[in-house]
């Protein structure tokens, strides 16, 4: 993208605060952004928020995959025994719909599957759900192991909840896409 896309302009206020607010609108607790490059101004916008920051020291080297595992043991931490799964989303994705979080959340209160993907057209997206007995797993990937490695494996196990919003599959990769999506 050449440039921080989580800070880029979206609508009144950045691309990850308004992510931060549709999970927030969503109902849903705990939230923990996972922080890597320009970790002070980012830390600054989740200071505006009633949720938790968790500096990912290796965002350099693991992509998502170190992103999730230092969210996974931040939560362990905070919330040892308490939390029985973790809703994984994209800070660059800034047309997640609060109904989409809802429906998959709701998904898991109806069918406790262990796994809760979004679908659109056959497609999986995010945000993605897993439950604490997949974590450990999770937590011993090792790079260049991927978190779509880690679903493939599961793939026989995933609950999937169809959405007829493509907005899943949006994240904002290259120039094109932010000012595709927007305008």
């Known amino acids: 993208m050449g440039q921080p896309k989580m800070l880029l302009p979206w609508g009144k206020v950045t691309v990850l605060e308004h992510v931060i607010s549709v999970f927030i609108k969503a109902g849903i607790e705990n939230i923990f952004v996972v922080v890597g490059a320009e970790r002070e101004r980012i830390e600054e916008i989740v ?9 990912n020291k290796d965002y350099t080297n693991g992509e998502m995959l170190s992103s ?9 931490l905070w919330s040892p025994r308490e939390t029985s799964t973790a809703l994984i989303g994209l800070g660059d994705q800034p047309q997640v719909q609060e109904g989409t979080v809802r429906l998959i959340c709701e998904a898991f209160r109806l069918t406790n599957s262990k796994l809760i993907v979004p679908s659109f057209q056959m497609r999986r997206g995010h945000p993605w759900l897993v439950a604490r007995p997949f974590w450990n797993e999770l937590l011993t990937m090792e ?3 991927t978190p779509r490695d880690f679903l493939n ?6 609950y999937y909840v169809n959405t007829n919003t493509p907005s899943i599959l949006a994240d904002l990769d290259t120039p094109e896409d932010y000012f595709s999506a927007n305008m």
């Open 47 to 55: 200071s505006k928020f009633p949720i938790r920051s968790v500096y």
């Open 153 to 158: 494996r599961y793939a026989q196990e995933i």
């Open 143 to 145: 790079s260049p192991g």
């Open 68 to 76: 999730i595992q230092y969210g996974l043991r931040a939560l362990t």
